[in-house]
């Protein structure tokens, strides 16, 4: 690579330094950009309406999310970890106790972005194929998953997550985790997420959050997305 075939972006941010770290600065502008970025939601705010409003979604994308993803942003600036993926960021900093404002906002970025991607304008239903081969190996049928995960959802104290995972023996499984905590930390394959946060549905179902998950099953929950996710 020449000076001339960098971008002005990548000039800037080193090229005054190119030739005194030859081969070792490369690898350092290949990264295309910081793990502290907000994705754009895959649907329109009401997309989801009425199960989610677009006044939830507005917070909880337009506050929450954002502020997962600043934080972060301030967090690692002039650090390393500008240059690792999100993933990497989360993976390194949950077993350091010095890095726990890092974790805890990396992976509630990571994990917001899975949830947006969870749901879906009609969703809802069972799966296809060879995911709903894999649910019936695995918990039976449909509505065994659907028990297991509703009792994750619910059984969570206070705030975190519920998940459908592919755990390292391939087997299916329902997990929940608190507050930040995520299974992809632990290099879990992660296939669905519900947010039981309540500012997830608090502004559209109170203290119901078996109201907020029923209706997220029954209308909301993306199988394709889970079914992308498991390579089926
Ligand atoms: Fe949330």
């Known amino acids: 690579m020449t000076i001339s075939s960098l971008t002005?972006?990548?000039?800037?941010?080193?090229?005054?330094?190119?030739?005194?770290?030859?081969?070792?600065?490369?690898?350092?502008?290949?990264?295309?950009?910081?793990?502290?970025?907000?994705?754009?939601?895959?649907?329109?705010?009401?997309?989801?309406?009425?199960?989610?409003?677009?006044?939830?979604?507005?917070?909880?994308?337009?506050?929450?999310?954002?502020?997962?993803?600043?934080?972060?942003?301030?967090?690692?600036?002039?650090?390393?970890?500008?240059?690792?993926?999100?993933?990497?960021?989360?993976?390194?900093?949950?077993?350091?106790?010095?890095?726990?404002?890092?974790?805890?906002?990396?992976?509630?970025?990571?994990?917001?972005?899975?949830?947006?991607?969870?749901?879906?304008?009609?969703?809802?239903?069972?799966?296809?194929?060879?995911?709903?081969?894999?649910?019936?190996?695995?918990?039976?049928?449909?509505d065994g998953f659907r028990k297991e995960f509703t009792t994750a959802a619910l059984g969570q104290f206070g705030s975190g997550w519920a998940w459908l995972i592919e755990d390292k023996e391939k087997k299916l499984r329902v997990m929940r985790t608190p507050n930040a905590d995520t299974p992809m930390a632990q290099g879990i394959k992660c296939l669905l997420t519900i947010d039981v946060w309540e500012h997830a549905y608090y502004l559209d179902y109170q203290n119901r959050r078996p109201d907020y998950v029923a209706a997220w099953l029954d209308k909301l929950v993306n199988w394709d997305f889970a079914a992308k996710n498991l390579g089926a």
């Open 8 to 142: 002005r972006r990548q000039a800037l941010l080193g090229g005054a330094t190119l030739i005194g770290l030859g081969a070792t600065f490369l690898p350092r502008i290949a990264r295309a950009e910081s793990p502290a970025v907000l994705p754009p939601l895959p649907y329109a705010d009401n997309a989801l309406e009425p199960v989610i409003s677009a006044n939830t979604i507005g917070f909880h994308y337009g506050k929450h999310h954002r502020a997962y993803v600043d934080n972060l942003a301030k967090l690692i600036e002039g650090t390393d970890f500008v240059n690792q993926t999100l993933e990497d960021v989360v993976r390194t900093t949950q077993v350091n106790p010095n890095r726990t404002a890092i974790y805890n906002n990396a992976a509630q970025s990571w994990n917001h972005s899975f949830y947006w991607n969870s749901m879906r304008p009609g969703g809802g239903g069972a799966p296809s194929g060879s995911l709903a081969e894999r649910i019936a190996a695995d918990f039976k049928d449909i």
